[in-house]
C-alpha cells in the first residue's frame, strides 16, 4: 500500500555454507531465516516460505537488481551493499555530565530479578540535606531493554539523560528474562504480572532512602501499569505517555479501524469482532487486555499524574483515550491532561502516525516534550 519499507539481507560465510536472513528493521523484524536457493557470482535467489516471499537479483555495477515478490505483491527491489547509518541526535554521548550505577532488584512472588541503571542527576551530592525525585521507567508491551530501544531508537535513555539535567534521578530496568534480567514467566504473564515487577522497583528505590518523591514514567502498558500501581498507592506521581484510556478492545479496534485507514481503506470493525479472533484466543496477555477497562483503576489513582497523548498516535488514540483518562481521574489541581499536535505513538514529529515511520525520523522524543515532563516533576511534584 502507501507503506515504504527498508529490506535488508544478510549473507554470513560459515565453514564453506552461506546463511542468508532478512531484516524488516522498519517493523523491528530482524534475523528471519531465508532457504537460499541460488547464489553465484552474479545472482542471488532466496526464498523465506513463511512470509511467502521470494527475492530473485543479479549483480549489476556493484548492486543486486531484482525483484522481490510477497503473497501476490511484486515490485523492483535495488539493493546495495554495506551497513545503514541511521543518525540519532538525541542519543547522549559519554561521557556523561553524571554519575550512573548499575542495579539489581527482585521480584520475589514472580521470582524475577531486575536489572538496571539509575541515574543521578547532575551535581547529586549524597550528603546534601535536599534529596531529589525519581522516577521509574515502565516500557511498553513486549519484552523491551531498559532503554525501550525499538526500531533503533532508545527514548528512555533520552528521557533519562534528559531529565539528569534537569535535577531529577531515574531507573530503567530490562524487562523480565530479557537483557540482564532474570527469571519471572513471561509466555503467560499479563500486565498485572510486569505490575508486580515494577513495584519492586519502586520498593527498592524507597528503600535507598536517597529521593524525596517515587515515580513512575510509563510508556503505552507502561502506562497501563502506571495506573494500576497509582490505584495501590504505590507511586507518588504518574507520568503517562499514551497510556490506555479505555476497555481494551475498545482500544484494539479503534487500531484496527485507523491502521485500515492509513492504508486508505475503510474499516468499522467492533470491539466484539476483536474478541473473536484467533490471535487473542491464543495470547493470555492479549486475553487480559482486551477485557482490561482502566476506568476503575484510574479513579482510585490519587497521586498527581501527567497524561500525554500525541494526535497522530495511531496506537493509542488520543481522541479516544484522554478523554476516557479525564473523565476518570480524580480532579486535582496538579493534575495534567496533554494532547501534542503532529507527534505519534513514541512522540516524535511525524507525518501520519504510521508505524513504519517511527524508524525513519531521526528525531527520538520532541524536546516539548522532554521539557513538559521535566518542568511538571520539578514545578509540581517536588514544590
Known amino acids: 500500500m502507501p507503506m515504504t519499507l527498508t529490506i535488508v539481507f544478510n549473507l554470513e560465510q560459515a565453514d564453506g555454507y552461506v546463511k542468508v536472513t532478512m531484516d524488516s528493521p522498519d517493523q523491528s523484524a530482524r534475523g528471519i531465516s531465508a532457504m537460499k536457493e541460488c547464489l553465484t557470482d552474479d545472482s542471488l535467489a532466496v526464498k523465506i516460505e ?8 543479479r549483480l549489476k555495477d556493484g548492486k543486486l ?22 543518525k540519532r541526535p538525541q542519543n547522549p554521548q559519554q561521557p556523561y555530565p ?4 548499575e542495579v539489581t ?4 512472588r514472580d521470582s524475577a530479578t531486575l536489572a538496571g541503571t539509575i541515574c543521578w542527576p547532575v551535581g547529586y551530592n549524597s550528603k546534601a540535606k535536599k534529596k531529589p525525585a525519581v522516577v521509574l521507567f515502565v516500557s511498553g508491551s513486549g519484552q523491551e531493554n531498559r532503554d525501550e530501544e525499538l526500531y533503533d531508537h532508545k527514548p528512555f535513555l533520552v528521557i533519562a539523560d534528559y531529565l539528569a539535567r534537569q535535577g531529577i534521578a531515574s531507573l530503567r530496568y530490562d524487562d523480565r528474562a530479557t537483557g540482564a ?4 514467566d513471561v509466555r503467560n504473564a499479563t500486565s498485572e504480572d510486569f505490575a508486580r515487577d515494577a513495584a519492586a522497583g519502586l520498593e527498592y528505590l524507597r528503600s535507598r532512602k536517597a529521593f524525596s518523591k517515587v515515580g513512575v514514567i510509563g510508556h503505552s502498558e507502561g502506562g497501563l501499569i502506571g495506573f494500576i500501581l497509582g490505584a495501590q498507592g504505590l507511586t507518588d506521581f504518574l507520568v503517562s505517555l499514551a497510556g490506555p484510556g479505555v ?7 479503534s487500531q484496527y479501524n485507523r491502521s485500515m485507514e492509513l492504508m486508505g481503506m475503510s474499516a468499522s470493525k467492533a470491539a466484539g469482532e476483536i474478541r473473536q479472533e484467533e490471535r487473542i484466543q491464543k495470547s493470555p496477555w492479549l486475553r487480559w487486555f482486551v477485557d482490561y477497562d482502566p476506568s476503575e483503576n484510574i479513579s482510585k489513582t490519587k497521586c498527581p499524574v501527567f497524561a500525554l497523548n500525541g494526535d497522530l498516535d495511531w496506537q493509542v488514540i488520543s481522541s479516544l483515550n484522554l478523554p476516557g483518562i479525564e473523565r476518570n ?17 513514541f512522540f516524535q514529529h511525524c507525518t501520519t502516525g504510521a508505524t513504519h515511520e517511527y524508524r525513519q525520523i531521526e528525531e527520538t522524543i520532541s524536546p516539548e516534550v522532554l521539557s513538559d515532563i521535566a518542568e511538571w516533576i520539578n514545578t509540581t511534584v517536588q514544590r
Open 98 to 101: 553524571y554519575a550512573t550505577e
Open 50 to 57: 513463511s512470509l511467502g516471499i521470494t527475492y530473485r537479483a
Open 247 to 253: 476497555k481494551g478492545d475498545t482500544l484494539s479496534a
Open 329 to 345: 481521574l480524580p480532579k486535582k489541581k496538579k493534575n495534567r491532561i496533554k494532547e501534542y499536535p503532529g507527534l505519534n505513538h
Open 181 to 184: 534480567s532474570k527469571g519471572g
Open 65 to 86: 537488481d531484482g525483484t522481490f515478490t510477497q503473497m501476490g505483491f511484486s515490485a523492483p527491489l535495488m539493493l546495495t551493499k554495506g551497513l545503514e547509518e541511521l
Open 105 to 108: 532488584f527482585r521480584n520475589e
